[in-house]
C-alpha cells in the first residue's frame, strides 16, 4: 500500500472541508466531492476516505467498524498519519454500509464543560439522493442550518444506528455527529443540534 | 477623514512603514552587525529567546535591530516565526544536574557542595555610569582578553564536574513536603492547546516559562511585599550550559548541541496540612532561556504562589497570573485600543443620549406635577 | 513543505501549516455542531499582534481555497488601515482575488460589523472576536464561567440586565449585545452595533467567530435562532438614526458614523464604505430586513 498520488494534501483537503463544513452547517443539503481518483480498500467509499483525508492528521485518532478493518486502517494511517484508537477514547467512528454494534455505545459524546471532545461517526450507505429510491429511508430534518423542514433519502443505513444516536444526542449538547457519505461521492451531515426523524419504507427489499 | 479615508488607506499603512524605517536608518550610522548584538547585547537576546519561546540568538539578534531594541516587538517577531516552522521532534527531558555550571549559588547555605561560585555578575558592582565605554576601541577588548586568557589555570579546569543539588540534601532529610498525589500531573503542550482552568502545573509553568520578565517581576514582588506570601528562600540558583539529546527515527539518542538556561529553586513554606503533619518545605520551580535570574525568581516564587489560592492575592490566582504575564498577547490587547472604536463607541453614544432624554423627560414631568400641586 | 505555485518562497498556501489547519477545521466541525458554544483551539502566533485580529485570520486561513474572493472590513469600512494590512497577509499568502464589493465576495472578514447588505448561502462571514465570553462582565472567572455555560445557569447575567434597567430605564448594552443561540447557550456576537444583531437571527450564511488571543473559535450556522436577551415588558432596541441621514446620499436606513468636522459640527456618513459607493453610484443594493429595520418604514426614508 502506497499514499495516493492523485491527491493533494493542500487543496484537496480544503475544498474537501469546505464541503464537509456546508454540509454539517445545512444539514439535508446533498454535497458532492468532486471526482478524485483515489482507491481506498473494500468496504471504505470515496467519500469516507476523502472525508477521513480532510479531517485526520497524527493530532487526531480513528476507529474502523466492520470487515476489513485492518486494511482500511493501513490505508488511513499511510495517508494521513493519524493512528488507532479504541471506540471509548477516538475522535472519528467510521461505520461501513448497514452496521449497527452496541459497542458504538462506548463513543464519547462530551462533558457539559466540553461538549465538543465527542466522537464524529463517519458513516458509509449505499444511497443518498433529494426523492424516495428502492429501500431507502426518508430522514426528515429541522434545526439549525435548516430552513424550516428538510429531507433526505438514504438507502443502507441501519435503523437502529439512527435511533442510537438520536438517543445519544437527547441530552444535547452532548452527543454525536454524523457525516453520511455513499458510493457516488455524495455527503450529508447531521450535527447533533438537528432533530431528525425518519420514516422506514412500506416494504423491505430482503 | 484621514485615518478612514474611503480610499487610501493601504497607501498610508505604507508610508507609515516606510516612514517607520526612515526613524531606523536616518541618522546614517554604520550598520549594527547581528555578531555585535548577539555578543555584546547578550542579556536582551537572552530575554528576547525567553519570550519568543525558541532557542536562536542569531534570529533574537536580527529581531532586535529590527525593531530598533523593543524586546517586546522583538520577542514577538520570534514568536511569530516559531510558528511557521515545522515542529520535528520531542526532546528528551533536560537534566539540570548535568549543567556545565556558570554560576551556582545558594541563600539558604553558607556552604554548598561544590561551593558557592559567583559566576558572571554585575550583582556586586557599583551602578556608576562608565563613560570609558563610549570610547572603547578594539585594541582595548583585545588587551583585556588576553589578560583575561593568562589567569586561566589548565589544570585546575580538568577539575571541573557537574554538582548536586542543594534540594537533594532536604529531600534525603526529609525536609521536603511529599509529592502531592492529588495534584493534577497531566503533561500538556500549550502551544498546541488553549490553556484550561484549573491549569496541571506543566501547564502553569510552560506558561511561566516563555512569560513576559516585567509581569512576572511586577507579581513575585507583591507576593514578597505580603500579598500572598510564600516566604521564599533562594535555595539555589544556577546559570549555564545543557545538552539536549532527542531519540531518532530508529530510536538512537543523539546529543544535538546544548543551551544556555538559568534555574531557580525556592524553598517555600508548604499550605497547612492536617493535624499533626509537620510544616514542610516545598519546591517552587523557574527554568528559563538564556541569562535572566529575576524571570526564575520570580517565577519559583510565583510556581509555589499559585499552589496556595486560598491566600487570595493575584500572585496565588492561576488565571490572574498565567493570563496578564504573556507578554505577547498583554502588548497585542493593550495596543489594539489604537484600533478604530467608533461603532462601538457609537453604539454606547446611543444608549447614553437616550438614557439622559429619558432622565431630562422625567425631570420635566416631575417639574410639571410639582406645578400642578402647588396651584 | 508544499511548493507555493504563485510565490516562490518557503510558507505554506495560507501561512498556517497543514497540521494546525487540520486542528483547526475538526474545530470548526464541532463549534458548527453545538452553535453559540465556545471551543478552545491552539490558536498559533501569527506575525499579526494578538488583540488585532489573529483569531479572524486563523478562521480564514483554515477555510480559504485558491478560488475564493475575498473581503475584510473594519468597522464596515474596508480602507480601514487594519484591514489594509490584514488583506494584504491573506492576498499574499493565498494569491486570493480581493474586493471591496460584498455582493461579489465569498468569504468576508470583519471586525464589528456585519455588512449592511445581506449575505447569502454562498458566502460565510468570520468574525474577529476580542473577548468572547458574554459573562465576563459579570464573572471574571474562566473556569467559572465555563461552569455557568455547562449548566446553562446564566441568572447572573439576567440579575446585572435588570438592574442595567432599574438604574438607567433600559438595559445599557450597547455593541456587543449579548444574544441567547438555539435557545441554549448566550454568546457574545463580538462588538457589533445593535443594529446588526438582528440580522444573525435565521439568516441565509454561515458566521463563524474567532478570539484568537482568548483561544476560542465559536458558530452561529444559518436559519438558527438568535435572539437578543431582553425581557417582556423590557425589550432590544436598535441604535436610533431617526434625526440624522448620511450627508452624501440621504439614506437614514442604515448604520451611520458620526463626523466631527474642524469647525465642530456635524454630520453622519454611511459606516459600510461599499454600501455607500453604492448608494451613492445609485447602483443596486441588497439590504438585510428584520423587524427592527422595517419599523424604521415609518421613518421618512431614502431621500436623494
Known amino acids: 500500500?502506497?499514499?495516493?498520488?492523485?491527491?493533494?494534501?493542500?487543496?484537496?483537503?480544503?475544498?474537501?472541508?469546505?464541503?464537509?463544513?456546508?454540509?454539517?452547517?445545512?444539514?439535508?443539503?446533498?454535497?458532492?466531492?468532486?471526482?478524485?481518483?483515489?482507491?481506498?480498500?473494500?468496504?471504505?467509499?470515496?467519500?469516507?476516505?476523502?472525508?477521513?483525508?480532510?479531517?485526520?492528521?497524527?493530532?487526531?485518532?480513528?476507529?474502523?467498524?466492520?470487515?476489513?478493518?485492518?486494511?482500511?486502517?493501513?490505508?488511513?494511517?499511510?495517508?494521513?498519519?493519524?493512528?488507532?484508537?479504541?471506540?471509548?477514547?477516538?475522535?472519528?467512528?467510521?461505520?461501513?454500509?448497514?452496521?449497527?454494534?452496541?459497542?458504538?455505545?462506548?463513543?464519547?459524546?462530551?462533558?457539559?464543560?466540553?461538549?465538543?471532545?465527542?466522537?464524529t461517526f463517519i458513516i458509509d450507505c449505499e444511497l443518498i439522493s433529494e426523492g424516495p429510491h428502492g429501500n431507502s429511508v426518508q430522514i426528515n430534518l429541522s434545526g439549525p442550518g435548516v430552513n424550516g423542514e428538510a429531507t433526505v433519502f438514504v438507502s443502507g443505513i441501519s435503523a437502529d444506528l439512527l435511533d442510537f444516536v438520536k438517543e445519544q444526542n437527547s441530552e444535547y449538547p452532548l452527543g454525536l455527529d454524523m457525516i453520511i457519505t455513499d458510493g457516488y461521492n455524495n455527503v450529508i451531515g447531521i450535527p447533533r443540534s438537528n432533530k431528525f426523524s425518519y420514516s422506514q419504507p412500506e416494504h423491505i427489499n430482503l | 477623514m484621514g485615518y478612514v479615508a474611503v480610499k487610501g488607506g493601504t497607501e498610508a499603512i505604507h508610508n507609515a512603514s516606510e516612514l517607520a524605517e526612515f526613524y531606523r536608518v536616518r541618522g546614517n550610522t554604520t550598520p549594527i552587525d547581528i555578531a555585535q548584538v548577539r555578543s555584546q547585547m547578550r542579556l536582551a537576546i537572552d530575554k528576547v529567546m525567553g519570550e519568543g519561546g525558541i532557542y536562536a540568538p542569531e534570529y533574537a539578534a536580527i529581531a532586535l535591530k529590527q525593531a530598533e531594541g523593543d524586546v517586546f516587538e522583538a520577542a514577538f517577531i520570534l514568536r511569530a516565526f516559531r510558528t511557521t516552522l515545522q515542529r520535528n521532534y520531542y526532546s528528551d527531558i533536560i537534566n539540570t544536574r548535568e549543567m556545565f555550571v556558570r554560576r551556582k549559588i545558594s541563600s539558604s547555605f553558607r556552604e554548598i557542595p561544590g561551593g558557592q561560585i559567583l559566576g558572571p555578575t554585575r550583582d556586586y558592582t557599583q551602578r556608576t555610569l562608565d563613560t570609558a565605554k563610549a570610547t572603547e576601541q578594539t585594541a582595548d577588548i583585545n588587551s583585556f582578553l588576553e589578560e583575561f586568557d593568562a589567569k586561566i589555570d589548565m589544570?585546575?579546569?580538568?577539575?571541573?564536574?557537574?554538582?548536586?543539588?542543594?534540594?537533594?540534601?532536604?529531600?534525603?532529610?526529609?525536609?521536603?513536603?511529599?509529592?502531592?498525589?492529588?495534584?493534577?500531573?497531566?503533561?500538556?503542550?500549550?502551544?498546541?492547546?488553549?490553556?484550561?482552568?484549573?491549569?496541571?502545573?506543566?501547564?502553569?509553568?510552560?506558561?511561566?516559562?516563555?512569560?513576559?520578565?516585567?509581569?512576572?517581576?511586577?507579581?513575585?514582588?507583591?507576593?514578597?511585599?505580603?500579598?500572598?506570601?510564600?516566604?521564599?528562600?533562594?535555595?539555589?540558583?544556577?546559570?549555564?550550559?545543557?545538552?539536549?539529546?532527542?531519540?531518532?527515527?530508529?530510536?538512537?539518542?543523539?546529543?544535538?548541541?546544548?543551551?544556555?538556561?538559568?534555574?531557580?529553586?525556592?524553598?517555600?513554606?508548604?499550605?497547612?496540612?492536617?493535624?499533626?503533619?509537620?510544616?514542610?518545605?516545598?519546591?517552587?520551580?523557574?527554568?528559563?532561556?538564556?541569562?535572566?535570574?529575576?524571570?526564575?525568581?520570580?517565577?519559583?516564587?510565583?510556581?509555589?504562589?499559585?499552589?496556595?489560592?486560598?491566600?487570595?492575592?493575584?500572585?496565588?490566582?492561576?488565571?490572574?497570573?498565567?493570563?496578564?504575564?504573556?507578554?505577547?498577547?498583554?502588548?497585542?490587547?493593550?495596543?489594539?485600543?489604537?484600533?478604530?472604536?467608533?461603532?462601538?463607541?457609537?453604539?454606547?453614544?446611543?444608549?447614553?443620549?437616550?438614557?439622559?432624554?429619558?432622565?431630562?423627560?422625567?425631570?420635566?414631568?416631575?417639574?410639571a406635577y410639582k406645578q400642578i400641586q402647588s396651584v | 513543505?508544499?511548493?507555493?505555485?504563485?510565490?516562490?518562497?518557503?510558507?505554506?498556501?495560507?501561512?498556517?501549516?497543514?497540521?494546525?489547519?487540520?486542528?483547526?477545521?475538526?474545530?470548526?466541525?464541532?463549534?458548527?455542531?453545538?452553535?453559540?458554544?465556545?471551543?478552545?483551539?491552539?490558536?498559533?502566533?501569527?506575525?499579526?499582534?494578538?488583540?488585532?485580529?489573529?483569531?479572524?485570520?486563523?478562521?480564514?486561513?483554515?477555510?480559504?481555497?485558491?478560488?475564493?474572493?475575498?473581503?475584510?472590513?473594519?468597522?464596515?469600512?474596508?480602507?480601514?488601515?487594519?484591514?489594509?494590512?490584514?488583506?494584504?497577509?491573506?492576498?499574499?499568502?493565498?494569491?486570493?482575488?480581493?474586493?471591496?464589493?460584498?455582493?461579489?465576495?465569498?468569504?468576508?472578514?470583519?471586525?464589528?460589523?456585519?455588512?449592511?447588505e445581506e449575505l447569502n448561502e454562498n458566502q460565510i462571514i468570520v468574525f474577529q472576536v476580542p473577548l468572547p465570553e458574554p459573562l465576563r462582565m459579570v464573572e471574571r472567572y474562566e473556569n467559572k464561567?465555563?461552569?455557568?455555560?455547562?449548566?446553562?445557569?446564566?441568572?447572573?447575567?439576567?440579575?446585572?440586565?435588570?438592574?442595567?434597567?432599574?438604574?438607567?430605564?433600559?438595559?445599557?448594552?450597547?455593541?456587543?449585545?449579548?444574544?441567547?443561540?438555539?435557545?441554549?447557550?448566550?454568546?457574545?456576537?463580538?462588538?457589533i452595533p445593535r443594529w446588526d444583531t438582528p440580522n444573525l437571527n435565521q439568516a441565509k450564511t454561515l458566521f463563524l467567530f474567532g478570539a484568537g488571543r482568548e483561544k476560542r473559535l465559536y458558530a452561529v450556522p444559518p436559519y438558527t435562532d438568535v435572539e437578543p436577551l431582553e425581557f417582556e415588558d423590557v425589550n432590544f432596541e436598535i441604535e436610533d438614526f431617526a434625526d440624522s441621514s448620511c450627508y452624501k446620499t440621504g439614506v437614514k436606513k442604515a448604520f451611520l458614523d458620526e463626523l466631527y468636522a474642524d469647525d465642530g459640527s456635524r454630520k453622519y456618513v454611511i459606516s459600510d464604505s461599499n454600501f455607500l459607493d453604492k448608494k451613492a453610484e445609485k447602483q443596486e443594493t441588497h439590504q438585510y430586513t428584520n423587524k427592527y429595520i422595517d419599523q424604521l418604514e415609518e421613518y421618512d426614508l431614502e431621500r436623494g
Not at chain 2, 437616550?354 to 420635566?364: D, F, P, T, V, Y
Open chain 2, 155 to 367: 589544570e585546575k579546569l580538568q577539575g571541573v564536574n557537574t554538582f548536586g543539588k542543594v534540594i537533594d540534601l532536604l529531600k534525603n532529610e526529609g525536609l521536603l513536603k511529599p509529592a502531592d498525589t492529588s495534584e493534577d500531573r497531566t503533561l500538556t503542550d500549550i502551544t498546541r492547546e488553549a490553556i484550561k482552568f484549573p491549569a496541571p502545573r506543566s501547564a502553569r509553568l510552560q506558561m511561566m516559562a516563555r512569560a513576559e520578565t516585567g509581569g512576572l517581576m511586577a507579581l513575585g514582588y507583591s507576593s514578597q511585599r505580603g500579598f500572598g506570601s510564600v516566604h521564599p528562600t533562594v535555595g539555589e540558583l544556577r546559570y549555564g550550559t545543557i545538552p539536549v539529546k532527542v531519540k531518532d527515527a530508529s530510536g538512537r539518542k543523539r546529543y544535538i548541541g546544548k543551551i544556555e538556561v538559568t534555574e531557580c529553586e525556592m524553598i517555600t513554606g508548604s499550605r497547612p496540612g492536617k493535624k499533626n503533619t509537620p510544616p514542610y518545605f516545598s519546591i517552587g520551580y523557574g527554568l528559563c532561556f538564556g541569562h535572566n535570574e529575576t524571570k526564575v525568581i520570580c517565577m519559583s516564587t510565583l510556581d509555589s504562589a499559585m499552589r496556595r489560592p486560598e491566600l487570595g492575592a493575584p500572585a496565588n490566582d492561576q488565571e490572574f497570573v498565567l493570563y496578564h504575564t504573556e507578554g505577547v498577547e498583554a502588548m497585542g490587547f493593550t495596543n489594539h485600543l489604537k484600533l478604530p472604536h467608533y461603532v462601538t463607541f457609537q453604539s454606547a453614544l446611543s444608549n447614553t443620549r437616550a438614557s439622559i432624554q429619558r432622565n431630562k423627560q422625567a425631570n420635566l414631568e416631575a417639574e
Open chain 3, 145 to 191: 464561567t465555563l461552569q455557568m455555560h455547562a449548566e446553562a445557569d446564566y441568572s447572573k447575567m439576567w440579575v446585572s440586565l435588570y438592574e442595567s434597567y432599574v438604574r438607567y430605564g433600559a438595559i445599557m448594552q450597547g455593541a456587543g449585545y449579548p444574544v441567547m443561540v438555539n435557545g441554549r447557550y448566550i454568546m457574545s456576537p463580538s462588538p
Open chain 3, 1 to 116: 513543505m508544499v511548493e507555493n505555485l504563485k510565490y516562490s518562497n518557503k510558507y505554506n498556501f495560507a501561512f498556517i501549516d497543514e497540521s494546525t489547519k487540520k486542528e483547526i477545521r475538526r474545530k470548526l466541525l464541532k463549534a458548527v455542531a453545538i452553535p453559540g458554544h465556545q471551543v478552545p483551539y491552539s490558536s498559533p502566533e501569527m506575525p499579526i499582534s494578538r488583540g488585532w485580529g489573529t483569531g479572524g485570520l486563523h478562521i480564514t486561513l483554515a477555510v480559504i481555497g485558491r478560488h475564493d474572493v475575498f473581503k475584510i472590513i473594519d468597522q464596515g469600512s474596508d480602507a480601514s488601515v487594519n484591514a489594509c494590512n490584514l488583506r494584504e497577509f491573506v492576498n499574499f499568502m493565498t494569491g486570493c482575488e480581493t474586493t471591496f464589493d460584498t455582493a461579489k465576495a465569498t468569504l468576508v472578514q470583519t471586525r464589528h460589523r456585519i455588512t449592511e
Open chain 1, 1 to 119: 500500500m502506497q499514499t495516493e498520488l492523485n491527491y493533494d494534501i493542500v487543496f484537496d483537503a480544503q475544498e474537501h472541508f469546505r464541503l464537509l463544513l456546508d454540509s454539517i452547517s445545512r444539514p439535508g443539503k446533498i454535497n458532492t466531492f468532486p471526482a478524485v481518483e483515489i482507491f481506498p480498500p473494500e468496504g471504505l467509499t470515496r467519500g469516507a476516505a476523502l472525508t477521513g483525508f480532510a479531517l485526520l492528521n497524527p493530532d487526531a485518532t480513528y476507529f474502523i467498524c466492520g470487515e476489513n478493518a485492518e486494511q482500511i486502517a493501513d490505508y488511513l494511517l499511510i495517508n494521513t498519519a493519524a493512528q488507532q484508537a479504541e471506540i471509548s477514547t477516538t475522535d472519528y467512528v467510521f461505520i461501513p454500509e448497514g452496521y449497527f454494534d452496541e459497542s458504538l455505545s462506548a463513543a464519547r459524546t462530551g462533558i457539559p464543560t466540553y461538549p465538543e471532545d465527542s466522537a
